[in-house]
């Protein structure tokens, strides 16, 4: 499974579209309807999925999927 599949499997568990419907131009909570809440669990389970230590500063920048994706291979 390629990590933008696994990091869209983690979105899919806090919304309701489905992976492979996801594009990297949605937003979590405008297209996805993320709370604040879903969005900072989230983020957890994103660092302890891929082993990375998120700056809340930056992940509040976070928008979009693309985004998030690219804030994550800067990380690794």
Do not use: H
């Not at 996805?32 to 879903?38: I, Q």
């Amino acid at each position: 499974m390629t990590q933008e599949m696994q990091f869209k499997k983690i979105v899919a568990q806090y919304c309701s579209v489905k992976p492979e419907d996801m594009t990297n131009d949605m937003r979590f909570r405008e297209d996805l309807g993320l709370s604040s809440l879903d969005f900072m669990s989230f983020l957890g389970e994103l660092e302890d999925t891929f082993d990375v230590e998120l700056d809340e500063q930056d992940a509040l920048k976070v928008i979009t999927i693309g985004q998030a994706l690219e804030l994550l291979e800067e990380l690794q």
